[in-house]
């Protein structure tokens, strides 16, 4: 075996060693947890609300959802004062049968972690919007797929994006009457700050890397995320390794000499 054979091979189980070494060295606070107790109890639940007993084809009526957050739990708002944050949203389903509009959040709130400014929601709060049947729906009952995505973070870790699935299953008719007045009352109206439409929202970027992954988002909805998190990864493993690709290539440059 050549010596130049034997010192490359040298130098690439250094650089596994030190890359070993990173990883062992980040600290648990800044990592991300992609684990999950399937029995621990959910950080983040939600109930669906409709404001009439029946739904009457082409009008429109009041809906809403209850998010509830675990205590010293927090999910970023629609609207992260951070362009690399994962914004909560709601997606609606896409369906000929129903159309949904004016999705209203409330007002977030700011915590302080690690001398930034963050806006998030946390405890319990309504996410409230519209909902009218079509007229030519002719069915007796009509479910509403609703998606509600969130990042969960307490003060020293984040876990990975997640989702919940639920189904606003509403009766056709026109003998409604009004229910769940707690919440849909007028005087309850209060908790809708925010007027933005989340199915459709876009952040704005502060440069043009953030735009390109704010698009591979948008692009591949949910998944999406796991993409631009594995972006991440990858990143930062090369510019990890790339110390080690400088030291490959002055060795090359010493042994032509």
Known sequence: ??????????????????????????????????????????????????????????KIYDAALIVKIM??????????NQDFLIPAKLGVGNSNDYTISDIQFPDPSTIMLANDKMSVYSGEFVVRFKIMIDENYKLSLISIPLTFSFQPCDDKTCKAP???????????????????????????DSNAG?????????NTATSSEASE????????????????????????LLLSFSPCTRSEEHTSELQSH
Not at 25 to 37: L, R, T
Not at 162 to 188: A, R
Not at 213 to 230: E, H, R, S, T
């Open 71 to 80: 205590k010293h739990w927090h999910i970023n708002s629609i609207t992260p």
């Open 162 to 188: 997640d989702e919940i699935i639920q189904d606003l299953t509403l009766k056709i008719g026109s003998n409604g009457s009004p229910i769940n007045q707690e919440i849909f009352s007028s005087d309850s």
């Open 213 to 236: 992954l704010q698009k591979i988002i948008d692009d591949n909805g949910f998944w999406g995320y796991f993409l631009v998190l594995g972006i991440a990864f990858i990143t930062g």
């Open 1 to 58: 075996m050549s010596s130049g054979l034997l010192k490359q091979i040298k130098l690439q189980y250094l650089c596994a060693i030190l890359l070993i070494s990173l990883f062992a060295a980040i600290p648990i606070s800044a990592q991300i947890d992609f684990g999950g107790d399937s029995d621990s109890e959910p950080i983040v639940t939600m109930q669906s609300m409709f404001s009439s007993s029946e739904a009457e084809v082409g």
């Open 194 to 202: 925010n007027n933005e439409v989340i199915a459709v929202s876009k």
